[in-house]
């Protein structure tokens, strides 16, 4: 398979478009990812200025939330149909904007407002950035790629509590959005200059009625997952959008596989690996981000600690997956997916046992080893099983691809955080001790995610990683300088009939 890009083009002949690529999805992915958990931090101090109790302010997140789903299925779509760099500087700026004027904002309908705007760009720009990634890289150098892209999901949700706690102590939480500021405009300028562009096959005609099926099923599922801990599983504002969200998503599947133009070629999900790679992200993602949501949360009630101590507390896990993806190209050929993958869940699976007895007998030598290698663990399972999910994928279908990765992340780390705020609520009255037996209950069930992840991870098949491998590597394509805002055709043409 070819990676429908030249192996060192030079835009302007100044940036390689591998640079201008991973420069911008990065700085752009990071503020995304870490506006879902830094505004956190802020709301009972913007609750504070508006008059507002804590029950009131949830629409400053469930409004960015929504947003954010329901443009993430129509991303893939309007990348094919403006083209890459379009769509992608075209998020970047409205996310940018968006960000300024939250901090303006002096109204709580105001915010609410800007931060559908910001979901908006946010939910275009994980996508595209991603299909970008994967078009601009051969499939042999993307594990290479994986050590950035892995900088923003390590760092970013660990680092939005640390940084939100420390800006609203020290100036005002007007500086959770300001601090977006630096990073978008520059991220802006220096795409608008060098960011190549990857066409894609056209987008002749609007699926209407697959975009609402799609981003309306997924933004009515993350809302129902989203407020269950607080509303309950059993009460009409859950199970009325996650009935009818989960009956949406089920009429997708055979509506985008008759539509001519689909909204999501869904047929992306016939490929074996991906299919099966997207299932061990599933749990693990789910795992994964109760976790983050949980041990805070452990140490701030019954330990005591501050937000921004119990951020620092969990911060290593950020390092911990950094480490792993420095670590996963030198071993990828040696020891092959599959089973770094299997280590990886059965890895983090045993670090999460180890916290629920943590919870009785915390130690604090403990427990920056155990965040460490938790990360550590994760950042293993997550590098290999995303570079192997796309070796086998075309490059005229990237773009759908990635579009169901963003879906399926969402899901999986709202259902991760219902499922963890669940089990801790409805324990905790009847343990009678506590929350530690609580916590415990819920750290098992997180852990048991994460074991079922890398019994999955045992269907991946090598074999096929290998083979894409080696088709792609014995063709070197002549570098040839492409002007930045000039497209970067694929090699391939576009499979679908």
């Not at 978008?184 to 066409?199: E, I, K, M, T």
């Not at 061990?280 to 949980?294: E, R």
């Not at 670090?351 to 604090?364: E, K, M, N, R």
């Amino acid at each position: 398979m070819s990676s429908g890009q030249p192996g060192g083009p030079r835009l302007g002949h100044r940036v390689p478009a591998k640079v201008a690529v991973c420069g911008v999805f990065v700085a752009a992915n990071f503020m995304a990812i870490m506006d879902t958990t830094i505004v956190n931090v802020a709301l009972p101090a913007i609750g504070r200025d508006f008059a507002v109790d804590t029950s009131g302010l949830s629409s400053v997140n469930v409004g960015y939330l929504v947003a954010l789903a329901v443009c993430i299925p129509v991303s893939g779509r309007l990348g094919n149909r403006f083209g890459t760099r379009r769509t992608a500087l075209g998020a970047l700026l409205l996310f940018t904007v968006a960000s300024a004027l939250c901090a303006t904002a002096g109204s709580l309908d105001a915010l609410t407002g800007y931060r559908v705007a910001q979901g908006v760009g946010g939910g275009l720009l994980a996508p595209v950035g991603m299909t970008m990634m994967l078009r601009a890289f051969p499939v042999a150098e993307r594990l290479r790629a994986q050590q950035y892209v892995m900088l923003p999901t390590a760092v970013a949700p660990a680092l939005g509590p640390v940084l939100g706690g420390w800006l609203v102590d020290t100036a005002s939480w007007h500086w959770v959005f300001l601090v977006n500021l630096p990073v978008g405009v520059l991220a802006l300028l220096f795409g608008a200059a060098v960011l190549p562009d990857f066409p894609g096959p056209g987008a002749p005609r609007f699926d209407v009625p697959g975009f609402v099926l799609a981003g309306g099923g997924l933004a009515a599922v993350l809302y129902a997952l989203t407020g269950a801990p607080d509303r309950g599983w059993e009460s009409a504002g859950t199970l009325v959008p996650l009935v009818g969200g989960a009956a949406f998503l089920a009429a997708l599947v055979p509506w985008e596989l008759r539509a001519t133009h689909p909204m999501i070629d869904l047929r992306v999900a016939e490929d074996q690996l991906f299919r099966t790679t997207q299932l061990v992200l599933l749990p693990t993602g789910a795992a994964f981000m109760g976790v983050l949501y949980l041990y805070p949360q452990f140490l701030q009630t019954d330990l005591g600690y501050d937000a921004l101590h119990s951020g620092l507390a969990t911060f290593p896990e950020a390092l911990g997956m950094l480490t792993a993806s420095q670590i996963v190209p030198r071993l990828h050929d040696r020891a092959g997916p599959r089973r770094l993958m299997v280590v990886g869940g059965a890895g983090a699976a045993l670090v999460i046992v180890f916290l629920a007895f943590l919870t009785t007998a915390p130690h604090p030598l403990a427990r920056y080893p155990s965040m460490y290698l938790l990360g550590a663990f994760v950042g293993l399972l997550f590098a290999s099983a995303q570079n192997a999910a796309f070796v086998t994928i075309p490059p005229a279908r990237t773009a759908d691809a990635t579009t169901l990765l963003a879906m399926q992340r969402q899901t999986a780390g709202a259902f991760g955080v219902a499922l963890a705020g669940t089990l801790t609520a409805s324990l905790v009255p009847a343990a009678g001790t506590g929350t530690a037996h609580a916590d415990r209950i819920a750290f098992l069930t997180l852990a048991a995610l994460c074991l079922g992840a890398s019994v999955l991870a045992l269907r991946v098949s090598d074999r096929q990683v290998r083979e894409a491998y080696d088709a792609d590597a014995p063709r070197p394509a002549r570098a040839e300088p492409v002007r930045p805002g000039r497209a970067v055709p694929d090699a391939e043409p576009d499979p679908r009939p």
